[in-house]
């Protein structure tokens, strides 16, 4: 059974750092893209950030692009989430995800329907 873990959430100020991680049992990911979705309060879960099944290439939303950074350890079955310059618009619970199929890439990684687990979620709050 596959489980997702997600941890490194908090509160911090517009302007901090914050890194995310998520962890995963229950298979090995390194033949599976991975993603960071957020949702905010009353809004739509929303794409982050994706990372292909090798690792090689990521895809950012725009509102993200140049701030935050994915990766993954294949090693360590874990992904993370390197968020910088925070912003008050960043606050919500974000939540990380494994592909569907396996050796995906591509603008495909943006859409929630690519994913097939999905991990319980870690707060982000930025304060102004």
């Known amino acids: 059974q596959v489980q997702l873990v997600e941890s490194g959430g908090g509160l911090v100020q517009a302007g901090g750092s914050l890194r995310v991680s998520c962890a995963a049992s229950g298979r090995s990911f390194s033949s599976y893209a991975m993603g960071w979705f957020r949702q905010a309060a009353a809004k739509e879960r929303e794409f982050v950030a994706a990372?292909?099944?090798?690792?090689?290439?990521?895809f950012y939303a725009d509102s993200v692009k140049g701030r935050f950074t994915i990766s993954k350890d294949n090693a360590k079955n874990t992904l993370y989430l390197q968020m910088n310059s925070l912003k008050p618009e960043d606050t919500a619970v974000y939540y990380c995800?494994?592909?569907?199929?396996?050796?995906?890439?591509?603008?495909?990684?943006?859409?929630?329907?690519?994913?097939?687990?999905w991990g319980q979620g870690t707060q982000v709050t930025v304060s102004s």
């Open positions: 995800a494994i592909d569907r199929r396996a050796f995906s890439t591509g603008s495909i990684l943006a859409f929630r329907s690519d994913y097939a687990y």
């Open positions: 990372v292909d099944w090798s690792g090689g290439s990521t």
